[in-house]
């Protein structure tokens, strides 16, 4: 059967329209000769998502976005994402639409991350949203704490060329040179001493080889003679023992106590109050004293001149009848 170039040309249109339909579903992400199911997800912005923008689990293509649109939300608008799946996969409930970055140009796809719900999402369900930092906002928190420390390090650096010019003034260049010249001096004192000291060291060396003998036998006799210094020093810890254990503070006591009361006698006699008192500072006391003491020595005179008066020694009983001179 011929067939008429109508039919042919109808035929070639019927395909090409239906190429047509096809090539454009598909490159808005939907292929209408496979089965499909639609997800639904609200971003709060949706930088670099476009239409056909892939769909991925675990970095596998299952779908793609077919379109997205802004929705009312409360007082401003969030983004409504629809998402064709192309494959089919189990979705678990309360799983993550998170939107990643695809390459440096700011590319977008939405990465399925699943939950561990045991139920699954249905056609039309509505996945939670979630973001992943995009380059510019990782790079920015990268370099953010760099850009910190370079700029605490400028500081540093400018307060040590600060620093540095102060110390390459002339007044501080000419100190720097006199406080060398006095390095070089003490440097070179230090080297004559270090002569000396050789020098020293070289002519007495049979004396500090005598000393040293002495040293050693010195040593040698504390060795030998180490048991009696151990016994005296054990004697001493036991006398140290004895005054410890004896009652020194009530002995000290006890003195502390005589001389008070030493005191307090000698400060009433200073007052001239008792027997003492009276005798040291009362002078009719020793007037008195005095007195009698003449009086005595005149007696004493008149019974070695008379003793006649005073003791009668007679055969007859006869007494003196002279009268005794005054």
């Given at each position: 059967?011929?067939?008429?170039?109508?039919?042919?040309?109808?035929?070639?249109?019927?395909?090409?329209?239906?190429?047509?339909?096809?090539?454009?579903?598909?490159?808005?992400?939907?292929?209408?000769?496979?089965?499909?199911?639609?997800?639904?997800?609200?971003?709060?912005?949706?930088?670099?998502?476009?239409?056909?923008?892939?769909?991925?689990?675990?970095?596998?293509?299952?779908?793609?976005?077919?379109?997205?649109?802004?929705?009312?939300?409360?007082?401003?608008?969030?983004?409504?994402?629809?998402?064709?799946?192309?494959?089919?996969?189990?979705?678990?409930?309360?799983?993550?639409?998170?939107?990643?970055?695809?390459?440096?140009?700011?590319?977008?796809?939405?990465?399925?991350?699943?939950?561990?719900?045991?139920?699954?999402?249905?056609?039309?369900?509505?996945?939670?949203?979630?973001?992943?930092?995009?380059?510019?906002?990782?790079?920015?928190?990268?370099?953010?704490?760099?850009?910190?420390?370079?700029?605490?390090?400028?500081?540093?650096?400018?307060?040590?060329?600060?620093?540095?010019?102060?110390?390459?003034?002339?007044?501080?260049?000419?100190?720097?040179?006199?406080?060398?010249?006095?390095?070089?001096?003490?440097?070179?004192?230090?080297?004559?001493?270090?002569?000396?000291?050789?020098?020293?060291?070289?002519?007495?060396?049979?004396?500090?080889?005598?000393?040293?003998?002495?040293?050693?036998?010195?040593?040698?006799?504390?060795?030998?003679?180490?048991?009696?210094?151990?016994?005296?020093?054990?004697?001493?810890?036991?006398?140290?023992?004895?005054?410890?254990?004896?009652?020194?503070?009530?002995?000290?006591?006890?003195?502390?106590?005589?001389?008070?009361?030493?005191?307090?006698?000698?400060?009433?006699?200073?007052?001239?109050?008792?027997?003492?008192?009276?005798?040291v500072k009362n002078d009719s006391v020793y007037n008195n004293l005095n007195r009698a003491s003449n009086d005595l020595d005149l007696?004493?005179?008149?019974?070695?001149?008379?003793?006649?008066?005073?003791?009668?020694?007679?055969?007859?009983?006869?007494?003196?009848?002279?009268?005794?001179?005054?």
């Amino acid at each position: 059967m011929k067939i008429s170039k109508e039919v042919k040309t109808g035929i070639v249109a019927v395909v090409t329209i239906a190429i047509v339909i096809y090539g454009f579903n598909f490159l808005s992400g939907k292929d209408i000769l496979r089965p499909h199911s639609y997800i639904y997800c609200v971003y709060e912005k949706a930088d670099g998502l476009i239409d056909a923008s892939p769909v991925l689990v675990n970095g596998i293509k299952v779908g793609s976005v077919h379109k997205t649109n802004l929705i009312k939300y409360g007082n401003g608008y969030r983004v409504l994402a629809t998402l064709i799946m192309t494959e089919k996969i189990n979705i678990p409930k309360k799983s993550y639409a998170k939107l990643v970055s695809l390459d440096l140009l700011g590319s977008k796809a939405v990465s399925i991350v699943f939950s561990n719900s045991k139920e699954y999402i249905k056609n039309n369900d509505t996945l939670l949203a979630d973001y992943e930092d995009d380059l510019k906002t990782a790079v920015d928190k990268r370099i953010a704490p760099l850009q910190k420390k370079a700029e605490n390090l400028i500081s540093s650096i400018d307060s040590v060329m600060q620093v540095v010019q102060e110390v390459l003034n002339a007044n501080v260049r000419q100190s720097l040179t006199a406080s060398f010249e006095s390095i070089k001096a003490t440097l070179k004192n230090l080297q004559h001493a270090s002569s000396g000291l050789d020098t020293l060291m070289t002519t007495q060396s049979s004396k500090v080889s005598l000393i040293l003998t002495k040293v050693q036998s010195l040593a040698s006799n504390l060795e030998k003679n180490n048991e009696k210094i151990t016994n005296i020093l054990n004697n001493f810890s036991n006398i140290s023992d004895s005054l410890a254990k004896s009652n020194i503070k009530t002995t000290i006591d006890h003195a502390n106590l005589a001389i008070t009361q030493a005191n307090t006698l000698l400060e009433g006699i200073n007052n001239g109050k008792g027997t003492l008192g009276k005798f040291v500072k009362n002078d009719s006391v020793y007037n008195n004293l005095n007195r009698a003491s003449n009086d005595l020595d005149l007696l004493l005179a008149d019974l070695r001149e008379h003793p006649k008066r005073y003791v009668s020694i007679s055969v007859f009983g006869k007494k003196d009848k002279t009268k005794p001179k005054k």
